[in-house]
């Protein structure tokens, strides 16, 4: 079997956000070192679960080219990822570290890396489309984890659904007729552990229930 194609990603150069763009061009001429473009996704095109993050942090995602690599954020997460077989290898903060995803995906609603990392609700929208393609490649997947209210949102107005019929909330699992199941969490940036909004156990909890979905589904 020929490995799933992987869906359109945001050109280098994309000019589709103003806003962002003019944002990226500061960036390289700051660090032109860093990757300072729209972030691919990272994981199988035909994964069973897709991560659905907010945007690329400024230092993190924004600086070495892979989703939340770089950050607390993704210490969090790839450490999570690698306990639930989700992962598999060594993560060490840089997109060469050997780290691999198994059966899972992750990308984010916003490509591009926003001032103060809040992107405008017309940047959310603009970007949708590349959301829409990950969700639709590969056969799709089966669930969706989204982290935070942002991706919550996007996710579903991208699958065609009002917000109100199905609303954020940690831990939530919605199901919606013909697309996958779709799972909430907080997102796991430093903010909300350091707050106690997010501790580990309750993020654990969320990926081991998407585990078990996975498992009898």
């Known amino acids: 079997m020929s490995p799933a194609t992987p869906p359109p990603q945001p050109a280098q150069n994309c000019p589709l956000c103003?806003?962002?763009a003019e944002f990226r061009v500061g960036n390289r001429q700051g660090h032109p070192d860093w990757f300072n473009g729209p972030v691919p996704s990272f994981g199988p095109p035909d994964a069973s679960l897709l991560i659905v993050?907010?945007?690329?942090?400024?230092?993190?995602?924004n600086r070495t080219g892979r989703p939340f690599t770089g950050d607390f954020a993704g210490d969090l997460l790839y450490r999570t990822l690698i306990e639930f077989g989700f992962a598999g290898g060594h993560y060490g903060q840089r997109p060469d570290d050997g780290l691999t995803l198994n059966g899972c995906r992750i990308?984010?609603?916003?490509?591009?890396?926003?001032?103060?990392?809040k992107p405008t609700p017309a940047e959310?929208?603009?970007?949708?489309?590349?959301?829409?393609?990950?969700?639709?490649s590969g056969g799709g997947p089966r669930a969706i984890l989204a982290l935070g209210r942002i991706a919550h949102d996007s996710t579903v107005a991208t699958l065609g659904q009002r917000l109100s019929a199905f609303k954020f909330g940690h831990g939530a699992r919605?199901?919606?007729?013909?697309?996958?199941?779709?799972f909430d969490?907080?997102?796991?940036?430093?903010?909300?552990?350091?707050?106690?909004v997010l501790t580990e156990d309750m993020f654990r909890q969320v990926i081991g229930q998407i585990r078990d979905f996975l498992a009898a589904n």
Do not use: D
């Open 107 to 117: 990308t984010n609603a916003v490509r591009c890396v926003p001032p103060a990392n």
């Open 53 to 61: 993050g907010l945007a690329p942090g400024l230092k993190g995602a």
């Open 185 to 196: 969490s907080y997102h796991c940036s430093r903010y909300n552990t350091q707050t106690g």
């Open 174 to 182: 919605h199901e919606i007729a013909g697309a996958p199941t779709l």
């Open 18 to 20: 103003p806003r962002l």
């Open 124 to 136: 959310i929208k603009t970007c949708r489309p590349f959301l829409a393609g990950e969700i639709g």
